[in-house]
């Protein structure tokens, strides 16, 4: 587990190069990538580094990359890809869509049509796509960073709460401080691009192989009864809040326990503390619970609910 603490700072470093601040969703970022199930929503005002960050996390983990721009008339066959018949060779032939990389970025994906987020589905749940009946299995490690703006919902679907929960997280990435963002302003000045990541100094830590036996590793962690108690404790919590209209699912529970043995991981740790579920439980809950209309006309957010069930599960020793 050392060694995985010691990856992942060296991570963090080469991160540092290119992205200044937002520790705390590179660190959620970082979970999600070494969790076999991880897919990741990221929401945030355009320019605050959202495509850089994914972009340069794929470079330092030598992992492809691929961006696709939602749009309203974007379609399935622009994700998944499709069948073009070769008038040479008198056959068909796979022309292969974006999802078929490593690193996905779903850019504004709550532009386009539901038909159209459905086709990540099943790439997200079953790590294949199917075209004209044939399945075609993804190359592991296989992600979705979807991004989505808060600001702007005219012209937008909003994802269902089927797509939301295949999601392992929701990263909100803010401002960045004024000491930050002039650190941004100088590397600009002598001559970074965001576009040449490879020329900002950035090393590549990593490599496919290495996360696919990170991950084998992490199930090595070992979780006590306590904590589990205390993971059903939070989640039951959702499920009977006055505030929420539902609560979170099976799955969620599931994604909690499993990201918090990968940050006791990346903490040097062989086994799960409560901290490790309390840090997690907003990210991981945040985008599945359902609230009340008149507790969002009351200003409640997912976020205050989940502090407040926080506050109120004893923690275990």
Do not use: W
């Amino acid at each position: 587990m050392q060694d995985i603490k010691e990856t992942v700072s060296r991570i963090r470093q080469e991160v540092s190069k290119v992205i200044s601040g937002q520790e705390t969703v590179i660190e959620e970022l970082l979970v999600g990538i070494l969790m076999n199930t991880g897919h990741l929503l990221l929401e945030g005002v355009p320019g605050t580094g959202k495509t850089l960050l994914v972009k340069t996390l794929a470079y330092i983990m030598d992992c492809e990359f691929k961006r696709v721009q939602f749009t309203p008339d974007l379609m399935p066959s622009d994700i998944i890809g499709t069948n073009m018949y070769n008038f040479a060779a008198g056959s068909f032939n796979l022309k292969k869509g974006p999802v078929f990389t490593h690193l996905l970025l779903a850019d504004e994906i709550n532009r386009t049509p539901p038909k159209t987020q459905a086709a990540l589905l099943e790439a997200m749940e079953e790590k294949q796509v199917t075209i004209d009946g044939t399945s075609y299995p993804l190359e592991e490690p296989f992600l979705v960073f979807a991004t989505q703006n808060p600001i702007e919902h005219e012209g937008t679907y909003p994802l269902p709460e089927a797509q939301l929960d295949r999601f392992v997280m929701k990263s909100i990435m803010t401002y960045p401080s004024r000491s930050e963002e002039m650190s941004v302003l100088r590397s600009y000045q002598e001559g970074f691009r965001a576009d040449q990541i490879d020329q900002a100094g950035v090393n590549k830590v990593l490599s496919r192989s290495d996360i696919l036996t990170i991950r084998q590793k992490i199930k090595d962690v070992r979780v006590e009864e306590a904590i589990y108690d205390y993971i059903m404790a939070i989640i039951e919590g959702t499920r009977n809040n006055f505030n929420l209209m539902v609560g979170a699912s099976p799955r969620a529970s599931i994604n909690l326990l499993l990201a918090g043995k990968v940050l006791a991981a990346v903490e040097g740790r062989n086994y799960v503390i409560p901290d490790d579920i309390k840090k997690l439980a907003r990210p991981i809950l945040r985008h599945r619970l359902v609230l009340k209309p008149e507790a969002e006309i009351e200003g409640l957010t997912p976020d205050h609910v989940i502090q407040v069930i926080l506050d109120s599960v004893q923690v275990p020793r």
